[in-house]
C-alpha cells in the first residue's frame, strides 16, 4: 500500500514541481534552507534523509538556476556550506503552495477526519522510514 501511495504522491508532486522549475527533492532542500544561514551539506543530507553525494547533485542544479550557492564553512575550511539566494527565498513561498495543493488534491475525497487520520499515519510512517534510513547510511 505505502509504495503505492508514494508512487502516486511523486508522480503528482513531480508534475506540480515542474511547473515552477523544480525537480522531486529539490523542494525539500529549499525548504529546510533560510535566506542568510549557512547549513553544511551533510546537515541537509540528514534533514531530508539522503546521502550528501545525493544533495550534491541536487545542489548542482540548483546552483545553476541561482537558488543556492555554496560556500566554505568560516570554521573550516574543508567544509561545504549552502546559502539560499534571493531568488532560491522566493521559491520557498511557491514550494509551500505545491505542498498545500498536493495536500488538497491527495485528501480531496476525504472528510477532515478522515484526511487527519490519514496524515498522522503518513508522519509516523515518515518518521519511521526517516529512523531506518539513517540506519543504513
Known sequence: IASCLVGSEMCIRDSLLSDIGLHLGQDQLIACLQHGEPMSVSTLADRIAVRPSTVSKMLDRLVEKGAVRRVVSAQDARRTMVLLTEEG?????????????????????????????????????????????????
Open 89 to 137: 527565498a522566493a521559491l520557498k513561498p511557491r514550494v509551500a503552495q505545491v505542498w498545500a495543493r498536493l495536500e488538497s488534491e491527495l485528501s480531496g475525497g476525504m472528510s477532515p477526519d478522515e484526511a487527519r487520520a490519514v496524515k498522522d499515519a503518513m508522519a509516523r510512517m515518515d518518521l519511521l522510514l526517516a529512523t531506518r534510513l539513517r540506519r543504513h547510511r
